[in-house]
């Protein structure tokens, strides 16, 4: 199974809302990431988790709260989003996470979820 | 940050033309990816050139490297129509970070 599935695929909410994106492989990667991407831009890193820890954090706002449950399991929690959060959220692994100039770090990217925030 | 520029922004071709893309980056690398993105969809990986590579190729894609020049070139030979998408070079420093440009978008008619 080389695939990353994310959900949901479209996601409306409100400033008020709590929500959660979800992300899951069962490729055995021990890496996983969350982008965000702004329409005809490229993918922002925003997270990345090493054997389950919280690898780098690229000064995200705690509006946006990741976690992982277990190696195969992402989630990204959402609350008091703002109107400019608004943007394709994109979910990806890899074998490793990179600790080592031997690695490649190629990523496997899930089909990501359309945010709207209202 | 972003590490590639690319060039190209935009590229539209007819089919069975070859597309060039070009990608440049400020810092030594370890390698370098291409990614393809179907509209509004996630990224699939392409190829991957190491820093001690010139050229490789897959199918009808060439991939060359110039460290020299900090740059990289994508052909895609004898276009079709499907591979009307955005493509974006990432380039690989080690540790966590995989930094991507800000894409060509091209444009196969057919």
């Known amino acids: 199974d080389t695939e990353v599935t994310q959900t949901p695929k479209h996601l409306v909410m409100g400033m008020t809302n709590k929500k959660s994106l979800k992300c899951e492989q069962h490729?055995?990667?021990?890496?996983m990431y969350w982008y965000k991407q702004k329409a005809k831009k490229p993918p922002e890193l925003m997270f990345v988790y090493s054997y389950e820890k919280l690898s780098i954090n690229e000064s995200v706002p705690s509006r946006f709260s990741p976690e992982c449950p277990n190696s195969s399991l992402l989630n990204l929690h959402l609350h008091a989003l703002q109107p400019e959060d608004s943007a394709l959220y994109l979910c990806?692994?890899?074998?490793?996470?990179?600790?080592?100039?031997?690695?490649?770090?190629?990523?496997?990217f899930g089909p990501g979820t359309r945010l709207t925030v209202l | 940050s972003q590490q590639g520029e690319e060039d190209p922004q935009a590229l539209s071709i007819q089919e069975g033309e070859n597309a060039t893309m070009n990608c440049s980056y400020k810092?030594?690398?370890?390698?370098l990816q291409w990614y393809r993105q179907n509209s509004g969809r996630g990224l699939v990986h392409l190829i991957l050139?190491?820093?001690?590579?010139r050229e490789k190729h897959s199918g009808r894609l060439r991939v060359t490297l110039d460290t020299s020049k900090k740059s990289s070139s994508l052909l895609i030979t004898a276009s079709r129509a499907a591979d009307t998408a955005s493509y974006f070079c990432a380039t690989y420093t080690g540790g966590f970070k995989t930094i991507f440009g800000a894409g060509t978008r091209l444009f196969v008619k057919a």
């Open positions: 050139i190491r820093s001690n590579e």
């Open positions: 490729m055995g990667h021990r890496a």
């Open positions: 810092t030594s690398i370890n390698n």
């Open positions: 990806a692994s890899s074998h490793t996470a990179g600790t080592s100039g031997a690695t490649y770090n190629e990523q496997f």
